[in-house]
């Protein structure tokens, strides 16, 4: 199974929709009840394979299920059916600068938040010196974050998140931070992650970012898979639904 | 077991997250870490005078060491009391207060109910050495408990741990816990012999006699308390200066067990949830 990096099999995720619902002991006990609810599919039966070694876009419009399913890849939120099974380690950058505190230095934050993403002491001390080249705050390591511009702190988020070296990175958007020499910077990343024989993961809204970047997509609307397989198919019967005329 | 090999695994992590803790508590301020030691001691002061002068509680005086200073009586009490309900009042909003963190990141969730426990446990650290000294300035031979000191520290930390997991899974679902457990803890603290002896329970129960006709006694259902336990490990050993009777470490041992494993149990259970829960 070497070609395949991920597989998602009948995965199928639904969230309960409270009508009403009591996070108090109050109502628990005079009513016998925390909460009315029914069941919202964010996820209904969705297979494919991921390819290693290719970049993988996931698209849909809003509220399709992509950042559910993302969540699922990232073992944060557990499927309710089915299954996903990775062949190698996985890390998730669902969002950059986790756990972060404000009132620390930049220096004591990178080992802080690296091995929140589970990296060792050892590996963050190895690639300390990468991690502040590639995020450019080098002048303000010492500095408390809070002190860091916006972007800044995106930068060296991303920069620890990046050196985290799995075999398969999931991204979220967080691409759309940042200046545009650091979101070439982040490209490049991923192009030399693709040259190594790894595999990426990414939801973007972009569509020149996704016809750009992937080979791979998959169209998810509504909790349903519409179409997975080439990226250039998929982007255009996608756009097509959307009645938008691809270029 | 698996359950505990992954958790050993996060080690590094929760030492982290115990030293982001530790050094961005007092950042800022211009008496930094002195700041731990000034709620005990304000404690200290208040009972000392409400309960020392004005309602004296009278203690006997520590056998063998022949201490009697009530500050430093109560103190072996107070310390353990004000750690323990700082680690559950803490570890019960661990989770909440980190809920973006396990939105966003896949990581083994009770290291922050457990990074909690390390905070507080640094702090007390400091404490307690500082009662230590205070107690042998004041007479008593307290340097050859030392050792002993430490496993009661290190059980009750151990039995804390458990309490506050059992809590912060509660918070998860039931946000009225934390404020609830404010009102525990005043209870609790009353209920348990830190301000007055235990011998004024035991002199009143025996007074009242059978409950209702029954042999079941006051004292007995008031031994219930596994704080009243642990107090007394660390009063006999620090204030009188002598081993505590086996039976006391035993019924410490057993809840410091009881505890946290059955906080684990729980925890494991949920763990997964919570993501979607919070």
């Known amino acids: 199974m070497s070609d395949i990096a991920v597989r998602v099999d009948h995965v199928t995720k639904s969230f309960r929709m409270y009508h009403e619902r009591n996070q108090s002991l109050k109502s628990a006990i005079m009513r016998g009840r925390t909460s009315i609810h029914e069941d919202f599919l964010a996820l209904d039966d969705v297979s494919f394979d991921v390819p290693a070694g290719s970049t993988f876009g996931l698209i849909g419009s809003n509220g399709s299920g992509k950042s559910t399913l993302l ?149 998810l609307d509504h909790g349903v898979l519409k179409a997975a397989g080439p990226a250039k198919s998929t982007i255009k019967a996608y756009l097509k639904s959307l009645n938008v005329e691809p270029d | 077991m698996k359950y505990l090999n992954e958790v050993w695994s996060s080690r590094e992590l929760l030492f982290n997250l115990v030293s982001r803790d530790v050094r961005g508590k007092y950042k800022r301020t211009v008496f930094g870490q002195l700041w731990s030691l000034a709620n005990p001691l304000a404690l200290m002061l208040i009972y000392s005078l409400v309960f020392g002068v004005f309602f004296p509680s009278n203690p006997r005086a520590g056998d063998p060491s022949g201490l009697n200073v009530f500050a430093l009586w109560l103190l072996c009490g107070l310390l353990p009391w004000t750690f323990f309900s700082a680690v559950v009042s803490s570890g019960a909003g661990s989770l909440v207060d980190n809920a973006n963190l396990i939105q966003k990141v896949s990581f083994s969730r009770i290291v922050l109910p457990f990074s909690t426990v390390g905070a507080a446990a640094y702090n007390w650290m400091f404490e307690i050495a500082v009662l230590l000294i205070a107690i042998t300035i004041a007479g008593g031979f307290v340097l050859p408990w030392i050792p002993l000191v430490i496993v009661a520290m290190a059980l009750l930390a151990l039995f804390a741990a458990g309490v506050a997991l059992l809590f912060s899974i509660a918070n998860v679902y039931f946000r009225d816990t934390q404020y609830l457990l404010t009102i525990v803890l005043q209870f609790w603290l009353y209920l348990t012999p830190i301000i007055y002896p235990i011998e004024r329970v035991a002199n009143k129960s025996a007074e009242i006699g059978g409950l209702g006709g029954t042999p079941v006694r006051i004292v007995d259902i008031y031994n219930f308390n596994p704080m009243v336990h642990f107090v007394a490990l660390f009063r006999e050993l620090i204030y009188d200066n002598r081993f505590p009777d086996p039976l006391e470490w035993l019924i410490c041992l057993i809840w410091a067990v009881a505890a946290l494993s059955f906080g684990m149990l729980v925890f494991r259970k949920n763990e997964r949830n919570l993501a979607e829960a919070l």
């Not at chain 1, 990178?110 to 002048?139: A, C, H, P, W, Y």
């Not at chain 1, 693709?194 to 993961?201: E, P």
Request: glycine share 8%; charged share 20%; with cysteine.
């Open chain 1, 71 to 219: 969540k699922c890849l990232a073992n944060i939120y557990y499927p309710n059916k089915g299954a996903i099974t990775h062949f190698g380690k996985i890390a998730a950058m669902l969002e950059v600068g986790s756990g972060f505190h404000a009132e620390l230095s930049g220096r004591d934050n990178v080992f802080l938040n690296g091995s929140i993403l589970g990296m060792s002491r050892k590996d963050v001390t190895r690639k300390f010196d990468e991690i502040i080249d590639f995020s450019g705050v080098e002048q303000f390591i010492d500095q408390p974050v809070k002190n860091y511009s916006s972007g800044m702190y995106v930068r060296l988020g991303f920069a620890i998140a990046i050196n985290v070296d799995p075999d398969i990175l999931v991204v979220d958007e967080v691409l759309a931070v940042g200046d545009a020499e650091f979101q070439e910077k982040c490209f490049q990343k991923f192009r030399d992650f693709k040259a190594a024989g790894k595999t990426v993961i990414l939801v973007s809204h972009s569509m020149p970012t996704v016809q750009a970047m992937c080979d791979q997509t998959a169209w």
